[in-house]
């Protein structure tokens, strides 16, 4: 099995030795109960890394690692960011959890008209550091040195933006009735950014498919079935980590 990998930020080496200590030297300390001579992995979560080995684990929460040279992990191509509407309850930490497992760069929380969670106030800001949280975690079980950003919360005209500046920008959605194309053969960009635009449980309102039309995006589907919107992003970005070659 891959060494785990835990977060050291910034990361910094001094003559091939860091320190890991905080809640994440607790974890590797007492929960992991890592013992010196195993292998692990620190990273800064945004592509610095390195593998060393345990010289030492000190009191309850600090780690001592030596044998470390620096390594960094280019920026993937293409990029891959999914807009994704506010789910309801804890379905929004399910699809950034898979979201990050399968690889996806960037993740967008979108307001969507028809979405019913509201992330306003400390509510909002609440739910943000829990998206943020659920990633940084992902990252590390799934063995990424490069997490997936957690951008703010977007607006539907931020949204279009996005989907302005994109190689290529899809907006999934199930109205079977409007003219669409397979995701599945849609042609890819070689560089630059894809976005994906996942709706809310009740789709994506109309006017909101024509201004990310208006914007440059293709009305996608993934299928002849309907995805929750918690499962959609993930499906469609496995899709195309596929591909484009990402998964080779």
Known sequence: MTAPVFVVDPLTVLGGEAVLEGPEGRHAVSVKRLQPG??????DGRG???????????????LVV????????????????????????????????????????????????????????????????????????????????????IADAATTKQVAALVAGAALAAVLHS????????????PLPADGEIVL????????????VALF?????????LGPTVMRTSTAGTAAAALLLGRTGRWS
Not at 48 to 62: I, P, Q, S, T
Not at 88 to 107: C, F, L, N, P, S
Not at 180 to 185: D, H, I, K, W
Not at 213 to 221: D, K, L, M, P, S
Request: charge should be neutral; include cysteine; aromatic fraction near 4%.
């Open 175 to 186: 109205d079977f009735g409007h003219a669409s194309e397979a995701l599945a053969t849609v």
């Open 48 to 62: 610095r890394w390195g593998e060393g080995v345990v010289k030492a684990a000190e009191g309850k929460d600090r």
């Open 38 to 43: 195993e292998d692990v992995i620190l990273t």
């Open 197 to 208: 635009v996942v709706g809310p449980e009740g789709g994506v309102a109309r006017d909101e």
């Open 66 to 149: 030596t044998g470390l040279s620096l390594h960094e992990e280019p920026p993937p191509r293409p990029r891959i960011t999914v807009v994704q509407a506010l789910p309801k309850g804890d379905r929004g930490e399910v699809a950034v959890e898979t979201m990050t497992e399968v690889g996806v760069d960037a993740i967008v929380p979108w307001q969507a008209a028809r979405c019913i969670t509201q992330w306003k106030g400390d509510r909002g800001l609440k739910s943000l550091a829990k998206w943020r949280a659920t990633a940084r975690e992902a990252g590390k079980q799934s063995r990424r040195v490069r997490f997936p950003e």
């Open 213 to 221: 039309e208006e914007a440059g995006a293709r009305a996608c589907t």
